[in-house]
């Protein structure tokens, strides 16, 4: 079974432009999380995804946003770029069944540089 | 607010030689405790996943446990391959499936 996609694997932007990353889940899974992990902080929690609703969000300005496709596949957008905003950016994907915690998969992320 | 820390932020240990790394978790209701293997420039890869105290998982040379507050990854006899960050990461009933991760154990193992 294919894992998690993510493109692209590397950006290069520059401060006050935007971007787009992509991320494709595991097939058959149907959550999507998407993740910033920056040296100094670490892996933290953007937002989560299940049938085209966003169910969680975490604590990052409006200027990161997120959607979700009918087939699951996810994009998230970042406009606005600060220097800030240079990290990995991970998505995730999981089964879900209402009960037991799922186990997220992720992808080898996108590297996003801000000049 | 779901919180993890984990110890010792670094270790290097010799071919062979046994160690335990160690996170310390506090969670309104914890639904699930989950290890990930992360090398450089990659995304965290997953071990196990741990629902109760008293759980315990193993996969090779690792062993994972879990008590009420912490959970510790055992490493037996490491090999360099098996050099990499180990991320702990938690979910609890309120989180509404966001998962809240510590920062990492760097770990290298000379030949």
């Known amino acids: 079974k294919a894992g998690v996609t993510q493109t692209p694997r590397y950006l290069i932007k520059t401060r006050g432009q935007q971007v787009t990353l992509s991320c494709s889940p595991i097939s058959g899974h149907r959550s999507v999380s998407w993740y910033q992990q920056t040296p100094g902080q670490g892996l933290q929690f953007l937002f989560e995804y299940f049938s085209e609703t966003q169910r969680n969000k975490g604590n990052f300005p409006g200027r990161f946003s997120g959607r979700q496709f009918s087939n699951s596949r996810s994009e998230m957008n970042v406009s606005t770029l600060e220097l800030g905003d240079s990290a990995l950016y991970l998505c995730a994907s999981s089964l879900v069944n209402g009960g037991a915690p799922d186990t997220q998969y992720f992808g080898p992320g996108t590297r996003l540089t801000v000049l | ?111």
Not at chain 2, 5 to 12: V, W, Y
Not at chain 2, 65 to 71: A, V
Not at chain 2, 74 to 102: M, W
Request: charged share 25%; glycine share 8%.
């Open chain 2, 1 to 111: 607010e779901d919180q993890v820390t984990q110890s010792p932020e670094a270790l290097r240990l010799q071919e062979g030689e046994s160690s335990s790394l160690n996170c310390s978790y506090t969670v309104s209701g914890l639904r699930g405790l989950f290890w990930y293997r992360q090398d450089p420039g990659k995304g965290p890869e997953f071990l196990f996943t741990l629902y109760s105290a008293g759980e315990e998982k193993e996969k090779e040379r690792l062993k994972a446990t879990l008590t009420k507050k912490e959970s510790f990854l055992h490493i037996t006899a490491p090999k360099p391959e098996d050099s990499a960050t180990y991320l702990c990461a938690v979910q609890s009933r309120g989180s509404n499936y966001k998962l809240t991760f510590g920062k990492g154990t760097l770990l290298t193992v000379n030949p």
